[in-house]
């Protein structure tokens, strides 16, 4: 049975119309019906192989947008409204001297927010973390951090109207830790990031939520004895100084990667990888305690993926999971019990 590692972004509308959109040999949207069969694709671009170099969501009006990397050279905009897609260029860069990987859109009202790495080739494994920001047509650069990296993680955006924060890993003495950095809207300026972790440990695959109270599920994979194993953190904020409530590890028996965390309803799950095993627990009380391990047995059978979840519909009101793993051709997140058919 083959785990599938690319990724693929899946929105749904306000209408329950569902989209895949998928980078093999270029961007595809695939739009599929609700037994997960192929209506219609589209190729958007050639040229395009990693889904490090693009980001796509949906607006409140059911427009698709996001962004991409073109050529090393152009930062681009595309929209989508059902078959018409435009494409405006953003953003020029010298390729010479910089890369930009896992690029962040979000459009609030007339504000748009973009974040990025700003990878500088003159300077080994040493990148910027940018954030371009536009209000009222003008456009503003700043730097939220400089970072040293091993690897280059992703990082995780929380935002709305009235809150911007986003978590990454940053090299600290040779390990990377947690950090995050909070956006104050009334100075339009960042705050000074505050750093999360301190176990002098190595850390990849990042993966959280905010849920309706305020709080914070993050999971990652830390090393520890030579093998990378789930760690779980749970932290609110008390104005803008984060209180740490849990910094557990999930198990020191299975190793973990690709760890994803799921909210539905009142429970929390966490789902993660160990070569082609899918493993899940999942805690009824917010990330105090943690169920016994679950191996999913099914996906010897079957194709599954990894889901970048975006939605505006109403039968997603409970499900608060900006990843999953999942069949390939289907709507059930392995290992718990939620259809979202």
């Known amino acids: 049975m083959p785990f599938i590692k690319q990724s693929s972004i899946l929105i749904r509308n306000s209408f329950n119309n569902l989209y895949t959109i998928s980078v093999e040999n270029g961007i595809s949207i695939n739009y599929v019906n609700s037994n997960f069969e192929i209506k219609k694709n589209k190729k958007i671009l050639s040229d395009i192989s990693s889904l490090s170099t693009i980001y796509f969501d949906i607006d409140s009006n059911d427009n698709i947008y996001g962004l991409f990397t073109e050529k090393n050279k152009f930062l681009n905009y595309l929209h989508i409204n059902d078959s018409i897609i435009s ?11 910089y890369r930009i990987k896992f690029p962040f859109i979000k459009r609030l009202d007339n504000k748009v927010h973009i974040i990025y790495y700003e990878i500088n080739k003159e300077k080994s494994h040493f990148s910027a973390l940018v954030h371009y920001y536009k209000k009222n047509n003008i456009w503003v650069k700043s730097n939220i951090d400089f970072l040293n990296y091993t690897l280059l993680n992703n990082f995780e955006v929380i935002i709305n109207e009235n809150d911007l924060k986003i978590y990454y890993f940053k090299l600290i003495d040779g390990y990377e830790e947690l950090f995050v950095a ?3 809207f009334d100075k339009e300026k ?23 109270k305020n709080i914070y599920h993050i999971v990652y994979s830390e090393k520890n004895q030579n093998q990378f194993y789930c760690k779980y953190m749970n932290l609110f904020f008390e104005n803008k100084t984060p209180s740490i409530q849990s910094n557990i590890f999930l198990s020191t028996k299975i190793p973990s990667l690709f760890p994803n965390i799921i909210k539905y309803k009142d429970i929390l799950y966490c789902q993660w990888m160990e070569y082609n095993h899918l493993y899940t627990t999942y805690s009824l009380n917010n990330g105090e305690n943690w169920s016994n391990i679950k191996l999913f047995n099914e996906i010897y059978n079957y194709s599954f993926t990894q889901f970048i979840f975006k939605s505006n519909s109403n039968k997603d009101e409970y499900l608060n999971a900006p990843k999953f793993y999942s069949y390939t051709n289907s709507l059930k997140l392995l290992g718990t019990k939620i259809n979202i058919y």
């Open 190 to 212: 960042w705050d000074i990031p505050i750093q999360l972790t301190f176990s002098k440990k190595s850390k990849v695959y990042l993966s959280l939520l905010k849920d309706s």
């Open 87 to 97: 494409k405006t260029s953003i953003l020029k860069y010298d390729s010479n001297k």
């Open 182 to 184: 909070n956006y104050s």
